[in-house]
């Protein structure tokens, strides 16, 4: 899957994808146990999947907690609002303030 493909999916869809592909992960893993797998590189590909799919719904769960944006909101605006970030002070606070 293109991370254009999932960033437009909903959090329903996508939660259903990866409940998709684990099991997919599932099923190879066993195949390759009875020795019955014909395509044994489609398992790192299963593994991206589920590490796309995952990154995704945690973006999603990091904007509506920091940002207190929701996706849906976000996805029909065109730009959302930036936050502006306070300036970290240096090793020890010996820096500027």
Same mark, same amino acid.
């Given at each position: 899957?293109?991370?254009?493909?999932?960033?437009?999916?909903?959090?329903?869809?996508? #939660?259903?994808?990866?409940?998709?592909?684990?099991?997919?992960?599932?099923?190879? *893993?066993?195949?390759?146990?009875?020795?019955?797998?014909?395509?044994?590189? #489609?398992?790192? +590909?299963?593994?991206?999947?589920?590490?796309?799919?995952?990154?995704?719904?945690?973006?999603?769960?990091?904007? +509506?907690?920091?940002?207190?944006?929701?996706?849906?909101?976000?996805?029909?605006? +065109?730009?959302? +609002?930036?936050?502006?970030?306070? *300036? #970290? #002070?240096?090793?020890?606070? *010996?820096?500027?303030?």
């Amino acid at each position: 899957m293109n991370t254009e493909q999932l960033s437009s999916m909903t959090e329903a869809d996508l #939660r259903h994808s990866l409940e998709e592909s684990r099991q997919e992960l599932f099923n190879l *893993r066993f195949q390759i146990a009875t020795r019955k797998i014909k395509n044994h590189k #489609r398992i790192p +590909a299963v593994k991206k999947d589920i590490a796309r799919i995952m990154t995704v719904l945690r973006e999603r769960e990091l904007m +509506a907690i920091y940002a207190g944006v929701d996706f849906e909101e976000a996805a029909a605006t +065109a730009a959302p +609002a930036t936050q502006a970030t306070t *300036r #970290r #002070r240096t090793l020890f606070g *010996r820096g500027n303030k």
